[in-house]
């Protein structure tokens, strides 16, 4: 590997006012746009509603009877019978002049009806448009009008006749005058009658809006489990059916399912176990790194039993109110129980279940602690409830929690091995379209440590690969691309690397290459890239067979020299003045394997097979003895690295420059080089 130790992170620094003016613009152009469109809004409405008036309606319009103003009056008056105010006082005491029995109405078609009537024909009536009404007036005004003119306001219309007398209208004038206020008056109310309208609608578009707003609040899972947390002791627990997840679905942690055999059978026939006097755990612990499958394992025991599956996790039932996760954790028991034969997962088990007992951050956890104590101790094995909870901690649990009794089956769920990594992407391969080439043993290989989750990412990444190159299926090289990415980070394409540079890095990379070539011990070579990633500039990738659950001297050894390989080819070719610094993180690794061949593993005939675990407090002499070993280790390894590179310099040259010229070479690649064949053109 090189690795970069002094690179400057690019950085991207925008001057202050571009920010500003970057948040500004689309502010204004928010803002213009609501602008013409409330613009236009206005546009369309303003016509709409003034359609059929003019000059006069507006007037009139002021005219509703409650609000009628002697100013008014006169302007009506003015308008209606144009010369007759003038040189004439206004009264102004119209307001307060004697209350007349009959209205104008009356007094004009003889029509006695009683004060306050309102009928349901006058308010449909109201809802018909101005322009119907003005022509129904002349046959059906006296009853209609006059329907809304006593409604509630029969002192403005019995001020509304003195006024006439008070203004000395004529005979002949009088109905004239009488027409107009009618009209006026009923285009007033067309008026109010459409606001009232649309107010109407808007508040029903408010209310239903704000029905949506509940129902989505308590649909909303985060919202509602706030809901639920403020709300308080009642919170809903709903099983889920787990049919369609199966052991069929759990690749490569044989073990733990054969373990969780015979809880699927309990479950399944909770009787048969009774009759022979045999007891189940209640609670089963699956023990394991985070995303090896424990949820999963949980979901297919109950969905190999077929029986409904209660999910909580821990962190759920930490709360800071007094009571309520307690109260969680009741609700969850009395429904699991009402349905038995079931399963309750308890995920994040010591977050509930945890040794924190007088943590100030977790005040009430002691009591979700004993109210799940008290929980799993009332109900009988037999009940057909069983509790399976998952930690990546179980040092972590309180030990009530393990006793017997309660959580007292514990089942390992471990990292899968090459088999198991090689089942789980053969998994998911099966789910994408991918090419008959790619071999999944390969990418097994090179993932050790993963975890079901992150195979399953890696086949995921490799997909939106593919897509976004424009491919119609997943090759090895989009599974090698996504597997690099998740090992050392994305690739640096835009890191203008110079050619100086990109060639020491080609015979660094090359000489690691070609020891791991040329040793017998050494693992097979899988890639040899000048790409940078991450913090490097180009790495080597070995595959080691299979996963090594010991390694030999000779294995060690080996891989001290390839970790030599890169510095020892700096300096053949380029001279001891220009060896770089990208040689550290290859040097780590060698005097690791050093220290620990001394320390640890018994590999140096000088210490013998004493193991040294804290160096710090030995004797100055041991101490100095262990160094010299080391340094003895790391030299005579450097120096047979030195060998093989003086021995295939050819090779090394045809490799650098094939990596020069094609960035990436893989295992193949790299033997037709190294066998002095020319590469095919890519
Ligand atoms: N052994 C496996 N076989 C198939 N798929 C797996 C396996 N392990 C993990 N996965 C995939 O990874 C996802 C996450 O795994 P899961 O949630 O079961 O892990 P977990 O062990 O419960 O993790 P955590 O400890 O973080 O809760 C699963 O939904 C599944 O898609
Ligand atoms: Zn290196």
């Given at each position: 590997m090189f690795s970069l130790s002094s690179t400057v992170q690019p950085q991207v620094t925008v001057p202050l006012s571009h920010l500003i003016n970057a948040f500004q613009s689309p502010k204004t152009t928010f803002i213009s746009l609501s602008a013409s469109v409330s613009q236009n809004h206005h546009r369309d409405a303003v016509p709409e509603r003034?359609?059929?008036?003019?000059e006069a309606v507006v007037n009139l319009r002021d005219l509703g009877l409650s609000e009628l103003k002697v100013g008014q009056i006169d302007q009506l008056v003015d308008s209606l019978l144009?010369?007759?105010?003038?040189g004439k006082n206004v009264s102004s005491h119209w307001h307060t002049s004697h209350v007349s029995a009959q209205s104008f109405f009356e007094n004009k078609y003889v029509f006695i009806q009683a004060r306050s009537f309102k009928t349901l024909k006058s308010r449909t009536r109201r809802l018909q448009s101005t322009s119907e009404r003005l022509a129904e007036t002349q046959h059906i005004a006296p009853s209609f009008v006059k329907g809304f003119l006593l409604r509630d306001r029969g002192t403005d219309v019995e001020s509304l006749d003195k006024l006439m007398k008070t203004k000395n209208i004529p005979e002949a004038h009088q109905d004239a005058f009488k027409t107009g206020f009618a009209e006026g008056f009923l285009k007033a109310q067309a008026l109010t009658q459409k606001t009232n309208d649309s107010l109407r609608r808007t508040r029903l578009i408010l209310f239903v809006l704000l029905l949506f707003g509940i129902y989505g609040l308590l649909k909303n899972p985060f919202l509602s489990v706030r809901f639920r947390t403020t709300t308080g002791l009642d919170s809903a627990v709903d099983p889920v059916q787990?049919?369609?997840?199966?052991?069929?679905?759990?690749?490569?942690?044989e073990e733990a399912k054969q373990e969780l055999q015979e809880v699927v059978e309990f479950l399944k026939n909770p009787q048969k176990f009774t009759v022979l006097g045999g007891k189940l755990p209640k609670g089963i612990l699956l023990v394991g790194p985070p995303g090896t499958g424990k949820t999963l394992l949980a979901r297919a025991v109950a969905g190999e039993a077929d029986v409904p599956f209660y999910y909580a996790s821990g962190s759920e039932f930490d709360e800071m109110f007094v009571g309520v996760g307690a109260s969680r954790i009741r609700n969850l028991f009395r429904e699991a129980k009402a349905n038995a034969p079931c399963v309750i997962f308890i995920d994040e088990l010591d977050s509930v279940g945890g040794k924190r007992i007088e943590s100030p951050m977790h005040p009430y956890s002691r009591q979700t602690i004993n109210q799940l104590l008290a929980e799993m101790d009332g109900f009988k094995p037999n009940e057909g409830v069983i509790i399976i909870g998952a930690t990546n901690f179980p040092e972590a649990l309180d030990n009530a929690l393990i006793r017997p009794g309660r959580f007292d089956m514990q089942v390992t769920v471990p990292r899968p091995d090459v088999k198991g990594r090689t089942e789980i992407l053969k998994w998911y391969l099966n789910k994408i379209k991918f090419d008959?080439?790619?071999?999944p043993e390969i990418i097994a290989r090179g993932t050790v440590g993963f975890s079901g989750a992150e195979l399953e990412n890696l086949v995921n990444q490799a997909a939106l690969k593919a897509a976004v190159d424009g491919k119609e299926m997943v090759t090895m090289k989009e599974l090698e691309f996504s597997k690099d990415k998740i090992l050392m980070g994305p690739e640096r394409r835009s890191v203008e690397i110079d050619n100086k540079n990109k060639t020491i890095t080609a015979y660094h990379e090359s000489g690691h290459a070609i020891i791991a070539y040329y040793t017998k011990d050494a693992m097979p070579i899988n890639k040899a890239t000048i790409m940078p990633r991450g913090p490097t500039l180009g790495h080597v990738s070995l595959l080691p067979?299979?996963?090594?659950w010991n390694e030999t001297r000779a294995q060690l050894l080996a891989q001290m020299d390839v970790s030599m390989g890169g510095r020892v080819a700096e300096e053949l070719i380029f001279g001891t003045d220009h060896i770089t610094t990208g040689a550290s993180s290859d040097f780590d690794n060698a005097t690791k394997i050093a220290k620990r061949m001394v320390t640890r593993f018994g590999m140096s005939e000088k210490l013998g097979v004493m193991t040294y675990s804290d160096t710090g407090k030995l004797s100055p002499e041991t101490q100095s003895a262990i160094e010299q070993e080391i340094r003895i280790l790391l030299r005579d390894s450097y120096e047979r690295a030195k060998h093989i590179l003086k021995t295939h310099a050819k090779e090394h040259k045809n490799l650098a420059e094939a990596l020069l010229t094609y960035e990436t070479l893989d295992a193949k690649e790299i033997q037709i080089v190294l066998e002095g064949k020319k590469l095919e053109v890519r």
């Open positions: 003034e359609a059929p008036s003019s144009p010369g007759f105010c003038k787990m049919k369609n997840v199966t052991f069929e679905h759990v690749k490569g942690v008959q080439s790619v071999d067979e299979n996963d090594r």
